[in-house]
Nanobody, 117 residues
Framework: QVQLVESGGGLVQPGGSLRLSCAAS????????MSWYRQAPGKERELVAR???????NYGDSMKGRFTISRDNAKNMVFLQMNRLNPEDTAVYYC???????????WGQGTQVTVSS
């Protein structure tokens, strides 16, 4: 059974940093691309960043230069380093494996990121 467990969120001041982690199990992790998504209150879930099985990365426009996605295939984990956070980054953050038009697995519980002074 596939499990995705996100952690590392919290309350941070504008300009601060956080590092999110996602522990994956139940599938051959290294075979799959992984992505981070986020959903702010009243908004649709959006793609934050994607990393292929071989490490190629892509980012949403507003995240470029501030966020870095990485993965550790030996530990079945994907990470999101978030720098220069601003209040618009406030959302619940989720990880999943992207596919055309959607995701492969059921969503985990996510991790809340709140950027506020």
């Amino acid at each position: 059974q596939v499990q995705l467990v996100e952690s590392g969120g919290g309350l941070v001041q504008p300009g601060g940093s956080l590092r999110l982690s996602c522990a994956a199990s139940g599938f051959t992790f290294s075979y799959y691309a992984m992505s981070w998504y986020r959903q702010a209150p009243g908004k649709e879930r959006e793609l934050v960043a994607r990393i292929g099985g071989g490490g190629v990365t892509n980012y949403g426009d507003s995240m470029k230069g501030r966020f870095t996605i990485s993965r550790d295939n030996a530990k079945n984990m994907v990470f999101l380093q978030m720098n220069r956070l601003n209040p618009e980054d406030t959302a619940v953050y989720y990880c999943n494996s992207p596919t055309n038009g959607g995701v492969l697995w059921s969503w985990g519980q996510g991790t809340q990121v709140t950027v506020s002074s």
